[in-house]
């Protein structure tokens, strides 16, 4: 089945129009206030999804994370504090620029910016998606290994300034995915006698002790209720064609680089608007003004952050690897409602393969108009007391932990993974690497095993295969480039 054989009606449901809405109106709200972002809404978010059919739940996740990436912009332009990482970007020449007058006008850039970002990474999605996949079928378990090792390490390299402690905690991800019962022998792994743990932890638990739980924690540390605006704000996002005009160079062009940052595992929407930042200051007519207001860095920050949303889908769907940790996540939702992602998915799940690929263009058009209607009111949001907000991310993530499988042992696992995390987020461990060691440990640990079953034990089999020696050439040069960066 093609993409041109798609039946489109299946997409147009109330049910799929309503969830895409309804998660750009989420992931605006969420993504405004400092701190929680694209993961920490999709894993509030997560137990929802199971509740609606397979391709519902995708597109609401994928709404919520295209949608936060734009709302966290909102607080980088109004108050100068980032969203979250993939907005610090934003703020160089967001907030100068919202300061020069009417921060509507910010946040109409932002708002342009982002939508054609989405739109860009969700065609490079549509149109690379199907080759992608028919080359992956020609891999097989030692391909599928590295691939997965290569997510792994270039998270554990980018994601923190100390790559040991990265990498510490991807191997206790890896440990943590171990426990259950052995698929190949049958044997019990670190379950010590507890029924609940026969098979593994559950993914909810773990996500949302390790990211809302923990962010409580860094909430009520750190107080940001002094940080927020008490002034009116002027946040009408409308701009003038030749204000559209003026941004279109580098919105273009970071858009093409975020699609392409956003495919590499490890990356990220962080990572691609730093690169969507640079190139725009590099091809602009006026690189001195960045930093003080100038549109174009912001364009080239938000288009690049945004479309690299669609390039981490990409190989998702055609490798069965998440491309970011937020998408390691959604990846829970898919193996929840039964289908794993990967090359077959095209011929096993067509239907629900390209809803997703058409869906994803309709939560960027979705989170323009969710943006130009409700920015005004979400920006407001940023004055809610924090003592109101604790109390309910708190009991939003109770109830999800709880729903999920309706065991109050979990909810005591997502309580031990939260102070766990809180520690580990303070010592500057990275949480996305052990987040995307224990989604991919069950990959790596079984397409491992089977290489050795198929070579007799021989470690060369990770070097005689073409793809695969190229593989274990980008990794070396990967762990080359951190530890460069590290001595420099």
């Known amino acids: 089945m093609g993409f041109l054989d798609f039946d489109f009606s299946t997409l147009f449901t109330l049910t799929n129009l309503l969830v895409i809405i309804v998660g750009s109106l989420i992931g605006l709200l969420f993504g405004a206030i400092p701190g929680l972002g694209a993961m920490v809404t999709v894993v509030l978010m997560l137990p929802v999804s199971f509740l609606l059919p397979p391709l519902p739940a995708i597109l609401l996740l994928l709404s919520i994370y295209q949608s936060s990436e734009y709302g966290g912009s909102i607080s980088s332009i109004i108050l100068g504090i980032p969203g979250t990482s993939s907005n610090v970007a934003t703020i160089l020449d967001g907030h100068p620029l919202a300061k020069k007058g009417n921060p509507g006008k910010a946040l109409g850039f932002s708002l342009f910016a982002s939508t054609i970002g989405g739109l860009v990474g969700g065609l490079v999605l549509v149109f690379l998606a199907k080759p992608v996949a028919s080359f992956a079928l020609t891999l097989s378990y030692p391909e599928y290994f590295l691939v997965a090792l290569l997510g792994i390490l270039a998270v554990a390299a980018i994601s923190s300034t100390d790559m040991i402690k990265s990498i510490i905690s991807a191997v206790l991800g890896l440990m943590a995915g171990t426990v259950g019962i052995d698929l190949l022998t049958g044997d019990q792994r670190f379950t ?33 209720k002094d940080k927020k605006s008490k002034e009116k704000i002027s946040v009408k996002t409308g701009l003038t064609p030749k204000e ?6 580098p919105i273009g062009i ?3 680089i975020g699609s392409i940052v956003g495919i590499f595992p490890g990356t990220g929407s962080g990572t691609a608007s730093w690169f969507g930042y640079s190139v725009s200051k590099k091809v602009s007519k006026n690189p001195k003004t960045f930093g003080k207001g100038n549109p174009e860095g912001l364009a080239g920050a938000e288009s690049a952050n945004n479309a690299a949303v669609g390039g981490a889908v990409l190989p998702l769907l055609t490798l069965g690897v998440p491309g970011s940790p937020t998408i390691a996540i959604i990846m829970g939702a898919f193996i929840i409602h039964g289908v ?5 998915i095209f011929s096993e799940n067509p239907e629900l393969t390209y809803g997703i690929l058409f869906g994803f263009l309709l939560t960027s ?37 709880f729903a ?22 303070t010592l500057n461990y ?8 224990f989604v991919l440990g069950n990959i790596i ?11 007799g034990g021989d470690l060369s089999i990770f070097l005689t295969r073409p793809f695969s020696l190229a593989i274990v050439v980008l990794i070396i040069i990967i762990m080359l480039f951190s530890l460069r960066r590290k001595k420099k």
């Open 445 to 455: 640990e079984s397409n491992f095993r089977q290489s050795m079953m198929v070579s």
């Open 365 to 401: 058009i979705a989170m323009y108009f969710s943006g130009r209607l409700f920015t005004p009111l979400f920006s407001r949001v940023l004055r809610t007391p924090i003592d109101l907000l604790i109390p309910v991310v708190l009991l939003v993530s109770i109830i999800g932990v």
């Open 340 to 344: 794993i992602p990967g090359p077959h």
């Open 404 to 425: 999920a499988n309706y065991l109050f042992f979990e909810i005591w696992i997502a309580l031990i993974v939260g102070v766990i995390a809180f520690f580990m987020r």
């Open 244 to 249: 559209y005009k003026s941004v279109m160079k």
């Open 254 to 256: 970071s858009s093409l």
């Open 430 to 437: 990275s949480l996305p690497a052990f987040v995307l060691a």
């Open 192 to 224: 010590f006698g507890r029924m609940e743990l026969m098979d593994g932890f559950e993914m909810i638990p773990i996500i949302i002790g390790m990211f809302a739980f923990t962010e409580v924690v860094i909430m009520i540390r750190d107080n940001l």
